[in-house]
């Protein structure tokens, strides 16, 4: 058959999910003809389905998939298989119930629902080992298979784990990084309310406490550690795929979830990384928020983060109808264009591979209301319409295949820091102020912007290609990462920091320098006290050049250092008023500003306004704050992505001439975007 090579940089492709064991082989045939004609070329399969591949232990039969994947070559359709691990079959978790994964009490999750397992187990690894290898060798060559995917979702429904075999693995982690329990003791600060080790045997992760709360140092290297598992566990699958695969097929996984470092894991084991779409979520009546500006735009920050491991990716699962589970999560179906609207909304981030969360409704079991393109009846319906017309799109696309998103702002990130905010609220009170600021900003403004991950590997020039890095609290520093930033700043860089800054080392204990510590020389400052923002205070603002704004949630007080550091701002409200609030400091070629507060949206603002760095493309067009620009690019050509999020039409400004490319003539002028619309301009 003719093989679409997927996600190489040379198409655009559909796909979607489908689950052969859940309908009547009758079905097959005719479903795998509508996909074809639709548009759909590709199916995921198998994920959960180790019982039809083992159905008792150590008993294996091929005839269900060998079956389907003989169809599918038949009629043309490739085939993504899965590794099934994501669901163990019942009589495995009965016979070895230390394969479960259990509560912070020790109470085993039973069989009956997913994802119940833990990864460190050496009965499921070697469980895992057989059925991978089983799997992979029979179906490997199969020439319908373009590609494998491993497990489903690594740390969906739950991404903590506290199983026996967790403990044992954490003590072996804990005994590698450490060798001694001294040092242990000393890195966790046990001396702290009596917590002193003194043999391995009295280490655990984390427990149910007297206060409910466990050493945060501990903590943060208990998630160091479930990122290790789940790279470990990803990669003993990967290394027997990738044995029996055929040369080309790709080896991905799907979701991005907490507690992992996808950027190991892209580096270990995967070719590329898949993400699930859900951004119907934005519409859930459980917390649905009327005022909050962005909804299913908040997907595009998954994006942006998925981005950031694979710059080109796909979508594993792509909405295509109503979202719900029978015991929670209810939100309404994709209303006429938001199908399209989604799918362009992944394609305009990188996403090379849509494949759509399912093919039919499933008429039983907890997903009953999570809806696909068809119903239960299977009927045609408007959102099979909408598929097709999708594809018919991207056949007017298949140019931009490949293209890289661009933009010339990052927000530099790290796991230390992400981790350590999972745990300390001061640290996350902070964050969570300013990354929300930061993306509504970003977008409303049109600011296209990358996340950059800080990994050990990372250096100044590959961060050479962003004008204007933010680092908003970057609580945790280590000296290899600020001398990173330093060279990058010193290149001709801006960096901005918030406050808060330094004032924990790698284990997350306090530095006794002044503060911020490693940062002190890059930003010029020094920070002689700090507060949280007491609530009686209400707003507290900055003044910078005319400009007044926020500085949220807490205040660093600072005073300037070395001849280069210059105070631009000062608090104008509060008890610190006429105290400077922000620096920025002369370093090399290029200039470290330090903020003494968390970003609030307009300190957002203001920022990107005086750096220079907003609404990179006005000249070309504008747009109204409803709608999303994004830039893909490719060997000089520029692919201008502008989407219509709100159920308005939108009108926009096209200030020079542009090739509109799904209606393939040139453009100019104002514009009505039809609600939910979405425009592909190339110049
Ligand atoms: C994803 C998962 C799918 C399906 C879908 C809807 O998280 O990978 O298997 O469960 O969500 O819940």
Redesign the pocket.
């Known amino acids: 058959m003719a093989q679409v090579k997927m996600l190489n940089g040379s198409s655009i492709d559909l796909g979607v999910c489908y689950y052969p064991e859940h309908w009547d082989e009758g079905l097959w045939a005719e479903d795998l003809d509508r996909m074809l004609e639709a548009g759909i070329q590709t199916v995921r399969i198998a994920e959960f389905a180790w019982s039809l591949i083992e159905p008792r232990e150590g008993e294996f039969t091929y005839d269900f998939f060998d079956g389907f994947l003989e169809l599918a070559s038949k009629k043309g359709m490739q085939v993504i298989f899965c590794t099934p691990t994501a669901t163990p079959p019942a009589w495995l978790t009965e016979k070895y119930p230390e394969v479960l994964n259990a509560d912070m009490e020790g109470h085993l999750y039973r069989h009956g629902s997913r994802r119940h397992y833990n990864y460190n187990s050496p009965v499921y690894r070697e469980k895992t080992r057989i059925i991978v290898e089983k799997s992979a060798s029979h179906y490997g060559p199969h020439p319908a298979i373009v590609g494998w995917q491993l497990d489903?979702?690594f740390n969906?429904e739950n991404d903590r784990f506290y199983s026996q075999s967790d403990t044992a693995a954490f003590r072996r982690f804990l005994q590698e990084k450490y060798g001694t329990l001294e040092a242990l003791n000393e890195a966790w600060g046990t001396v702290f309310w009596n917590q002193t080790y003194t043999a391995w045997e009295e280490v655990y992760v984390p427990r149910k406490t007297n206060t409910n709360s466990v050493n945060p140092h501990q903590v943060l290297d208990y998630y160091r550690f479930v990122s290790d598992s789940v790279n470990s566990y990803a990669r003993l699958q990967a290394d027997i795929v990738r044995k029996y695969k055929k040369p080309g097929d790709f080896i991905t996984t799907?979701?991005m979830f907490a507690n992992i470092d996808y950027q190991r894991m892209q580096k270990e084991s995967l070719d590329v990384l898949m993400y699930?779409s859900y951004p119907d979520f934005g519409y859930a009546l459980d917390g649905y928020n009327p005022a909050d500006p962005m909804k299913d735009r908040w997907w595009s920050r998954n994006l942006a983060e998925v981005r950031a491991v694979s710059s080109i990716f796909g979508i594993m699962?792509q909405q295509s109808g109503a979202n719900g589970w029978n015991t929670r999560m209810e939100a309404p179906s994709p209303r006429p264009g938001q199908l399209t609207l989604w799918t362009m909304q992944s394609i305009a981030h990188g996403a090379d591979y849509i494949s759509y969360?399912r093919w039919r409704t499933c008429t039983f079991g907890t997903?009953i209301y999570?809806h696909g393109i068809l119903d239960y009846s299977g009927r045609e319906n408007r959102r099979l319409r909408e598929v097709r017309e999708v594809s018919g799109k991207l056949s007017k696309m298949q140019e931009l295949a490949g293209a890289r998103y661009v933009a010339r702002v990052g927000i530099v990130k790290d796991y230390d820091n992400i981790w350590d905010a999972q745990q300390d609220r001061w640290h996350a009170r902070v964050d969570l102020v300013s990354q929300n600021a930061l993306f509504v900003v970003l977008q409303q403004t049109h600011t296209p912007f990358d996340y950059v991950y800080l990994e050990n590997h990372r250096d100044a020039e590959s961060l050479r290609q962003y004008d204007l890095l933010f680092y908003p609290h970057a609580c945790i520093l280590t000296k290899e990462r600020i001398q990173v930033l330093e060279d990058y700043v010193a290149a001709g860089g801006k960096l901005v920091m918030g406050c808060r800054t330094g004032y924990k080392d790698i284990n997350g204990k306090c530095v006794m320098e002044y503060l911020p510590g490693l940062a002190a020389k890059l930003t010029g400052t020094d920070i002689p006290e700090y507060s949280f923002v007491a609530p009686d205070e209400g707003r507290i603002t900055v003044e910078w050049e005319g400009a007044e704004f926020a500085a949220a949630v807490f205040n660093d007080l600072l005073a300037p250092m070395g001849e280069h550091a210059q105070v631009l701002g000062t608090y104008t409200s509060g008890p610190y008023a006429g105290t400077p609030a922000l620096i920025r400091n002369r370093f090399g070629k290029g200039e470290a500003y330090y903020f003494g507060g968390a970003f609030a949206e307009d300190t957002v603002r203001v920022f990107l306004e005086k750096l220079g760095a907003v609404e990179p493309y006005g000249e070309i067009l504008s747009l109204p704050e409803g709608c999303e620009l994004a830039l893909r690019e490719k060997g000089g050509r520029c692919y201008l992505f502008v989407l219509n999020y709100i159920a308005e039409p939108a009108e926009i400004h096209i200030h020079t001439k542009l090739y509109n490319l799904l209606e393939q003539r040139e453009e100019t002028g104002r514009q009505i975007l039809e609600k939910y619309g979405v425009r592909i301009f190339s110049f």
């Open positions: 489903n979702e969906c799907n979701g699930d699962e969360f997903e999570w």
